[in-house]
């Protein structure tokens, strides 16, 4: 086996063990998104109209989406933690592959969101949403997520390394994200919008996904304004993603490669 | 003589700080060099350049023989590296994080696993080898990262301050670590900031001060360099102090020094037994209470702090003290 694949297997191997030594994590990742389903379908169920199925059928995609979105926090504390113990200097201290630490953390982090993905599943069957398509369109549209996760995890290590404080970066994710969740078509549906606010929302990375999740799974669309984002979510959210990656990725790894404890 | 480590006129700056001004060191191969100096002298920072972690803004160094900068991945494969804090991962186990390094430094799985066994065994940590490292004390986690800097018997270590906040015993435990390596023939780079460490551990020494190395040489030509033995008196009431300096003054050709403790007044003797009779002489008819009146080598100490200028007690003087009288 090559070093970097080693490197990898390796690091990969230490975020599973971190996995089990720390159920808050697990809690974290599994049980809020659970939560969040549960309340969302319950509470807006019933007072959001959306153009073509129930509300249940519609908000999961969101509501997915929103819970791999931790993926952002959790990993930019984790490189945080790595940075301020001196592990990082130790890592870069071996004669290892440069990025087979930040690998690690986010193929790591993805076990995270899958095993998120199954509970918020569970809680979404339990409140009334179904998937309508193949088998291998709604694993397509997992996939897709937990390609999210990973892409969003890379997006936290580079805050993670760049803030280099525990608290900042638990909350930069979110007063970042935030806006760019609710300017999306994850809650709510974008026919309402006004037009400029609405192509926005339609280009909005996390419209892409949270459609190309609708489209797969043949839920309840955001928007049927039949604009170029909504009539190809699948492609788009694609290129979003292998994008952001090909931008954040690098800097990270760059980051990483100065980085310095203390 | 082989040199496991050479640097030549490294310079770092970190924005407009100037953290490290063309310091200059070498280490022949199968020595220890003590690296001493104040916080912020620049101890971690050169190390973290030897290390291959840092890149230097000027300057060159070659550790086992290869450059740190062009030939990081020789460097890494040869070196140790114990930084300034101890880097383990604390949901790790002990053993798992020496796996974990030891397949990361190229063993297999199975090599990775022996070794770590070995070392565990070593360094006393058997027991406590299956918990998590963070639930470990500070000479536990000590022992752990020094261990993980071993995994591939390296042939340069480097330690940067690796006793920092342990208790005397763990400090000991530690040392006696270190030596077992250097009997071994591992050459050592370490820093610290005690002084006794150097003494004990160090061939030789640099004083690193801003940047710079200030002075060098072994424990013994430091003490020399501060001159001859030096004359410790201890009065009994504090107030007497600045008395007892200005009386010492009046006999000796040094300048005395102001023990921050209050009571303390030291001076270097340049005529020997004449200035302690001298002095003893002078003290007796100006009928101060002396409690204390020894003479003793210069101390490490006495070489860092009039090298570093980092003596409070005399700056103190200058204001405090009588100006010396000329013999
Ligand atoms: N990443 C950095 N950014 C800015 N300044 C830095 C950085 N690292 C070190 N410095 C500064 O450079 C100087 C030298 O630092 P260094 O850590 O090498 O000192 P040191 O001798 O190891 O001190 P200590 O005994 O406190 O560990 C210090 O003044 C420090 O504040
Ligand atoms: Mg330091």
Not at chain 1, 133 to 140: D, G, I, P
Not at chain 2, 13 to 19: L, P, Q, S, T, V
Not at chain 2, 238 to 261: F, I, K, N, R, Y
Request: charged share 15%.
């Amino acid at each position: 086996m090559s070093t970097a694949v080693v490197d990898g297997v390796v690091c990969v191997e230490r975020h599973l063990r971190h996995l089990i030594r720390t159920p808050g994590k697990l809690v974290n990742a599994v049980l809020l998104p659970m939560i969040f389903a549960l309340l969302f379908g319950l509470l807006f169920g019933s007072v959001i109209e959306v153009p073509n199925g129930g509300y249940e059928e519609f908000i999961m995609a969101g509501i997915f989406v929103q819970g791999v979105m931790t993926a952002v926090p959790n990993s930019a504390v984790g490189a945080v933690e790595d940075l301020r113990n001196g592990l990082i200097d130790r890592f870069r201290s071996l004669p290892m592959s440069n990025s087979a630490v930040l690998i690690g953390r986010t193929v790591g982090d993805m076990v995270l969101r899958a095993l998120s993905c199954v509970a918020m599943a569970g809680v979404g069957l339990a409140i009334g949403w179904r998937v309508h398509t193949s088998f291998l369109e709604v694993a397509a549209g997992f996939a897709l997520l937990l390609f999210f996760g990973f892409t969003v995890a890379w997006v936290g290590a580079l805050i993670g390394l760049s803030v280099g404080n525990a608290e900042t970066a638990a909350s930069v994710p979110s007063v970042l994200l935030m806006p760019v969740m609710f300017l999306s078509n994850a809650f709510i549906p974008l026919t309402g919008l006004p037009d400029w606010l609405r192509v926005v929302a339609e280009w909005n990375p996390l419209s892409a996904i949270v459609g190309a999740c609708r489209e797969l799974w043949g839920n309840p669309s955001a928007s049927n304004s039949g604009s170029f984002p909504t009539e190809n979510p699948v492609l788009l959210s694609v290129v979003w993603m292998v994008a952001i990656l090909a931008v954040v990725a690098p800097l990270a790894v760059r980051k990483y490669q100065t980085a310095a404890a203390g | 003589m082989e040199l496991a480590i050479h640097a030549e006129g490294l310079r770092k700056r970190y924005g407009d700080f100037e953290a490290l001004r063309g310091l200059s060191l070498s280490v022949p191969a199968g020595q220890v060099l003590g690296v001493l100096g104040p916080n912020g002298a620049g101890k971690t920072t050169t190390v973290r350049i030897l290390s291959t972690l840092l890149t230097p803004d000027a300057g060159f160094a070659r550790v086992a023989g290869f450059d740190v900068v062009k030939q990081r991945k020789d460097v890494q494969r040869a070196i140790g590296l114990t930084g300034q804090y101890a880097a383990v991962d604390e949901q790790l186990s002990g053993r798992e994080n020496l796996v974990m390094i030891g397949m990361l430094q190229r063993f297999s799985r199975k090599q990775a696993k022996l070794r770590a066994d070995e070392l565990l065994h070593q360094f006393d940590l058997v027991e406590a080898g299956t918990r998590p490292s963070g639930k470990y004390s500070g000479g536990m986690r000590r022992r752990l990262d020094l261990a993980a800097s071993l995994i591939n018997q390296p042939s340069v270590l480097f330690l940067d301050e690796p006793t920092t906040g342990l208790d005397p015993a763990s400090r000991q435990t530690l040392w006696a670590i270190i030596r077992k390596q250097v009997a071994a023939g591992v050459t050592c780079l370490l820093t610290t900031q005690y002084l006794e460490e150097a003494d004990q551990l160090a061939d030789r020494i640099v004083v690193v001060d801003k940047g710079q190395i200030i002075a060098e040489g072994t424990a013994d030509q430091l003490k020399d360099q501060v001159g001859g033995a030096r004359l410790d008196v201890t009065v009994g009431d504090p107030a007497q102090q600045t008395m007892a300096a200005h009386t010492l003054s009046g006999v000796t050709a040094a300048q005395p020094t102001l023990a921050e403790d209050g009571r303390g007044v030291s001076v270097q003797l340049t005529r020997g037994m004449t200035d302690v009779a001298e002095a003893a002489v002078a003290l007796q008819r100006s009928g101060i209470p002396v409690v204390d009146f020894a003479v003793r080598r210069p101390s490490l100490d006495d070489v860092f702090l009039s090298l570093t200028g980092q003596n409070r007690a005399s700056d103190e003087q200058s204001a405090a003290a009588p100006e010396r009288s000329p013999a």
